[in-house]
């Protein structure tokens, strides 16, 4: 087994028994076991089950997305700053404030990606118990967790539209070709969806105008088409896997984006409107803050005397 094999291999298992779960439940249920519909289910099921455990980190994504927009004026001052600077000492200087600069407001640039690559391991870990279906089924390749032979045996001639989850675009004839290409299209239209509804609703203006924003729209249209290139070499099960993952991140950010908007974003002026129109409160984070008492301030700018205890007892008995 290789280095990677070995890395992997815990992932694997952990991803094989919730395979085998889902594809007795979905057994119980009155499924065929060896239909291709039952195994997409499973690994919808899996997909599912993936993304629900990474909610706490997409959480702290969209907050991390938040705290980068609200630096982004201080970073473009920076760059100012150094603007035409191109001296090691300056390169060095400029990227120790930007340094200090995500560690005062408790972000980094890499925070949005965590969802991504958490789940890297198990797209590679299901890619390799697909691959291993064959292997395992024929008995060349020992069982791998809840996956034993005769399941291997039943997801190794799955198919579905008579494409079996093992084929790739690649090496599959003129109907796995087509019915791969429709679900990488769909693929990578939610995933510029998904992009689109952040950037069109969800940022800021100061964040639009950011020049940062330029690299933004390149990865808006670039993701779509890497994701589409390599969709041509993954078998159909992975596709489906990273198909549903697309749209429920598609779903959730619509959520995120509908209620909890960012501060000074389009999504946020929507909101308040809908709010008013129906004659409910704002969340508390979008009311006004109240002017401080009259009476904690002085009236006039003129400073109060102190008052000498001798003079208080006289001014008291005019009284």
Avoid at 147 to 165: D, K, M, N, P, R
Avoid at 177 to 193: E, N, S
Avoid at 199 to 208: L, R, V, Y
Wanted: with cysteine; glycine share 6%; aromatic share 10%.
């Amino acid at each position: 087994m290789d280095w990677l094999g070995k890395l992997l291999l815990p992932i694997e298992w952990v991803v094989a028994w919730i395979l085998a779960f889902f594809h007795m439940a979905f057994t119980a249920l009155g499924m065929s076991p060896t239909a291709g519909w039952t195994w997409v289910a499973a690994i919808a099921g899996l997909t599912i089950v993936v993304r629900a455990v990474l909610i706490p980190l997409f959480v702290y994504q969209i907050k991390a997305q938040r705290k980068m927009q609200l630096l982004q004026p201080e970073m473009m001052e920076l760059q100012k700053k150094y603007k035409g600077k191109r001296d090691q000492f300056s390169r060095q200087q400029m990227a120790e404030e930007q340094q200090a600069l995500f560690k005062k407001h408790g972000t980094n640039p890499f925070a949005s990606c965590l969802p991504l690559l958490v789940q890297m391991p198990i797209f590679f870990s299901l890619f390799r118990v697909i691959r291993n279906t064959e292997g395992i089924g024929n008995g060349d390749i020992p069982p791998i967790g809840g996956l034993t032979q005769e399941l291997a045996s039943q997801a190794t001639h799955a198919s579905i539209f008579g494409v079996e989850l093992s084929d790739t675009f690649l090496q599959g004839d003129l109907g796995t070709k087509v019915l791969t290409a429709i679900l990488i299209v769909i693929m990578g239209v939610t995933q510029f969806i998904t992009q689109r509804q952040i950037m069109a609703k969800n940022m800021s203006e100061a964040a639009m105008n950011n020049p940062f924003m330029q690299q933004q729209k390149m990865l808006l249209y670039m993701m779509p088409i890497i994701f589409a290139v390599g969709g041509i070499y993954f078998p159909l099960g992975l596709i489906v896997y990273w198909l549903v993952s697309n749209v429920w991140t598609m779903v959730q950010q619509f959520i995120v984006i509908r209620n909890m908007p960012t501060p000074g974003s389009k999504a946020e002026k929507e909101l308040i409107a809908r709010r008013e129109r129906q004659g409910k409160p704002l969340p508390k984070s979008m009311q006004p803050k109240k002017a401080a008492e009259s009476e904690a301030k002085p009236k006039s700018g003129q400073r109060r005397q102190p008052m000498s205890k001798a003079r208080q007892k006289k001014k008291n008995k005019k009284k």
